[in-house]
């Protein structure tokens, strides 16, 4: 214990000074990213490694600017957390690991998806008062300055009863916040642009949650479900096996076409005027021009060769991978592999689709993730049974990954998941909207305030 705390005493040492983001020693994060792996070691030596290896599955990224030690945000994949050392390396290790769970107990209760459907209701100030309240009475131990129930209760003069929703919490905060006409709402500061941030502030907490608006929440949910799945190898916390008995009763429906929409969706940078296609939103109207996403969309499709997605099951897939990419400049390219690239070519149509090569040997999945890095894609979709190596030989750098199984598996070989996992079946998304404002998809009524998740 006394080298782990001199460990933390000479990496706080190495920035407690240093003002500008720039001046931080280049050997520093992969040294404070050894640190982290040691409390990762120490969660899993817990009876309660739950959270041990929660955090195993989850990014571990560096950001100086935050205003709080820790915060977590998601991809399309995975979660990640984010550290922010000058306030991290203050705390004991019982304080770092309470803050650690602190961040998977608001991805468990599902914090990410509802602040953002609360967000145009209430202050940020008060969500993040209320969501903190809800994740920290069930954390042992926490920074001084974390906001509990009871300073609340002291500092706004307040009754609020424990183990409530977020909803009942965020809702008695901002009646007295309105009384109080209290404005704390986090503003920025320009001239502390590229500073290392020094100071916990509760208005600006969650604010890198604020990044993830793009992605459905049906990917969010599906995510935190494969995350908690992988994570449940010991003995469980009951007040969190009773949040994962709900969430695991929330079915997703989204399939993989619709996974790669939403891939899509976000890799668009400006659209040019073209007379090839129509408008939108009037398109009768044939003198208005059409638009077309400016930047190359790059999908590269890998076929595994060795496997059992029929010919006919490829073809209506790469038809429908077409659809979705037609509205881009796009580029697709074909990778047939087995344990090695047995052939690569680009597509347009499917008129240039060609005949598999008919091999029956093993399946590797390294050689494509070898290859997509030397291509550079934005998304790599691999159609597979799943049965591959247990850990890839070459990891994937910057692209998205989506996995497509045949029906008849839904588990890939993986230890660790990599990208998103998908059964071969699409459906249609249909054009209208339901406006549901008193009950919930995940079973929360806002007219009863029964909590699901908290």
Request: proline residues 3%; aromatic residues 10%; contains cysteine.
């Amino acid at each position: 214990m006394d080298k782990f705390y001199s460990n933390r005493d000479y990496l706080y040492n190495l920035i407690c000074n240093i003002n500008n983001i720039d001046d931080i020693p280049r050997e520093f994060e992969k040294d404070f990213l050894k640190f982290i792996d040691k409390i990762t070691l120490s969660l899993l030596q817990n009876k309660n490694n739950f959270y041990g290896h929660f955090l195993i599955q989850m990014k571990r990224k560096i950001k100086y600017d935050m205003a709080s030690p820790t915060s977590v945000d998601i991809d399309f994949s995975k979660y990640i957390i984010y550290f922010n050392p000058i306030l991290f390396l203050n705390l004991t290790l019982e304080q770092m690991q309470g803050t650690i769970k602190h961040e998977i107990h608001h991805i468990i209760y599902l914090h990410l998806i509802r602040k953002k459907e609360l967000i145009n209701k209430y202050s940020t100030l008060a969500l993040n008062m209320a969501m903190d309240i809800v994740v920290n009475q069930y954390i042992d131990y926490l920074p001084p300055y974390a906001i509990t129930l009871e300073t609340v209760n002291l500092k706004y003069n307040l009754s609020l009863e424990p183990y409530q929703s977020m909803e009942y919490y965020v809702q008695k905060i901002q009646e007295e916040l309105n009384l109080m006409d209290v404005n704390e709402e986090a503003e920025e500061d320009d001239s502390k642009k590229n500073e290392l941030e020094k100071e916990y502030d509760i208005s600006k907490t969650h604010d890198i949650w604020n990044s993830n608006v793009e992605i459905d929440e049906n990917i969010i949910k599906d995510v935190t479900r494969k995350s908690i799945e992988f994570s449940q190898k010991g003995d469980i916390p009951i007040y969190v096996e009773n949040a994962l008995k709900n969430l695991k009763n929330t079915k997703s429906e989204i399939s993989w076409n619709l996974v790669l929409k939403r891939i899509m969706g976000t890799i668009q940078c400006g659209k040019n005027k073209t007379i090839m296609r129509r408008n939108r939103r009037q398109p009768d109207r044939v003198d208005l021009r059409g638009e077309l996403s400016k930047k190359i969309a790059k999908v590269l499709v890998a076929i595994d060769i060795s496997g059992s997605i029929s010919d006919d099951e490829y073809n209506l897939a790469v038809k429908e991978i077409i659809n979705i990419v037609k509205n881009y400049n796009y580029e697709i390219i074909i990778l047939e592999c087995d344990t090695e690239i047995r052939r690569e070519y680009k597509i347009s149509n499917l008129k240039d689709i060609r005949k598999r090569l008919n091999t029956r040997g093993g399946t590797k999945f390294s050689p494509i993730f070898k290859r997509a890095n030397e291509i550079n894609p934005n998304v790599v979709i691999y159609f597979t049974d799943g049965k591959g190596e247990e850990t890839l030989a070459v990891k994937p750098k910057g692209y998205k990954v989506l996995w497509v199984l045949n029906e008849k598996n839904d588990v890939i070989s993986f230890k660790e998941p990599i990208g998103i996992i998908k059964k071969l079946k699409y459906i249609e998304e249909k054009e209208e909207y339901v406006d549901i404002l008193d009950v919930r998809s995940d079973g929360w009524s806002m007219n009863n305030q029964q909590p699901i998740y908290d």
